[in-house]
């Protein structure tokens, strides 16, 4: 009989570990499971999270910085349509498309650069940067031809002071020559009597 209840315990025993075994190996194969089904989910919902584009509700905040004195002002505008929907990527390429032909404004206050400093749904800042001018009413000024027409420029010969309507090919030859290389003119006075005298 005692060798019937070592028998018994040893079966019992025995029966008890292969149960808790199998358990054990269902619930870790199930974890598994779950885990990569969750990482699954979380790399669909990474994938999901929706990239930043320009909205109407975006404020863009405009920061126009003077290079001369170092100060910056700021202002916000709302975007225009023909931005509205772009990335961050495409709001850059139209930035820069912006500085090969920027706004008369622009240019007469001396435009040097532009550059997007951050770029989010709610909220972009974009950095008009600004070499402004320093020169004095008394300063000479130079008349050149550009397209066809006489423009102003400061006595650097890079900064334009005014675009003219006046064709160059309505003026006398002699000072058709003299546009054509860089016709001096030494103040704002002598400037305002030759655009008096040659626009119609």
């Not at 225009?80 to 772009?86: C, M, N, R």
């Not at 435009?111 to 009413?137: C, G, H, N, Q």
Request: with cysteine; hydrophobic share 35%.
């Amino acid at each position: 009989m005692r060798k019937l209840y070592i028998i018994c315990f040893v079966t019992l025993t025995t029966l008890f570990i292969t149960c808790y075994y199998i358990g054990y190996c269902t619930i870790v194969r199930g974890s598994r499971e779950v885990e990569s089904a969750r990482d699954y989910y979380e790399v669909r919902q990474a994938g999901a999270v929706e990239e930043a584009v320009v909205r109407r509700d975006t404020d863009i905040v405009v920061e126009e910085y003077d290079i001369n004195t170092h100060t910056t002002e700021s202002y916000t505008i709302v975007p225009s349509i023909d931005v509205l929907g772009l990335n961050r990527a495409a709001y850059a390429e139209t930035l820069r498309r912006y500085m090969e032909d920027p706004e008369d404004e622009d240019v007469q206050r001396g435009i040097s650069s532009i550059s997007l400093l951050e770029f989010s749904a709610e909220r972009i800042v974009i950095r008009k940067s600004y070499d402004v001018p320093t020169y004095s009413m008394t300063e000479n000024f130079i008349l050149y031809a550009l397209d066809g027409r006489v423009v102003v420029y400061y006595e650097d010969f890079v900064t334009i002071y005014d675009y003219t309507d006046i064709d160059v090919t309505d003026l006398p030859i002699d000072l058709q020559r003299e546009i054509y290389v860089g016709m001096q003119i030494k103040d704002l006075e002598e400037l305002y009597e030759f655009l008096e005298d040659h626009t119609s």
